[in-house]
């Protein structure tokens, strides 16, 4: 039961936000992807794109070549792929930070190890760095 009041106070201190990457200081490209547009409404469109969108072009192309040559397809698939591939790289480094903070406030109490926390810093610096690079290099399709 311990446990469980720590976890309910990270939640309720750390939610599931905040920047995780070094702002962009390099030139203005209004065709790259910023950490901001990896959100959770975006990753709702992009799955209602993939979900309903989507399935309703195909079936109105009826053809692969058809279907490839309109804007709604290669200009939103890529970019909608990107939105939620984004998202669920953002959610992923996320939890492995809040994990981080709840070892090492647990730590503070002896109820988790210097290992646990070592082992928990480095699972959320991975998913960090995996997050940053694929911001890094994401670009919107125009």
């Given amino acids: 039961m311990r ?4 976890l309910l106070l990270l939640m309720l201190a750390a939610p599931l936000q905040g ?5 962009d200081t390099g ?5 790259r992807m910023r950490e901001a547009a990896f959100t959770r ?8 794109y ?6 309703a072009l195909m079936a109105e192309m ?17 970019n909608t792929l990107r939105i939620l591939e984004g998202w669920l790289l953002k959610q992923d480094a996320l939890v492995a930070r809040d994990s981080l ?3 090492q406030a647990r730590q503070k109490t002896g109820d988790a190890s210097a290992e646990e926390v070592v082992r928990a810093r480095a699972q959320f610096d ?10 890094a290099n994401a670009h919107y399709v125009d």
Avoid at 19 to 23: I, S, W
């Fill in 41 to 48: 409404e975006g990753a709702e469109r992009a799955l209602a």
């Fill in 62 to 78: 009826k053809d692969l070549q058809r279907l490839q040559a309109t804007d709604r397809y290669y200009i939103s698939y890529p």
């Fill in 101 to 103: 903070a709840l070892l």
């Fill in 126 to 135: 991975t998913r960090k760095q995996r997050f940053c690079t694929f911001v």
């Fill in 3 to 6: 446990n469980t009041g720590w």
């Fill in 50 to 55: 993939f979900k309903t969108t989507l399935p």
């Fill in 27 to 31: 030139a203005n490209d209004n065709l």
């Fill in 19 to 23: 920047q995780l990457c070094p702002t």
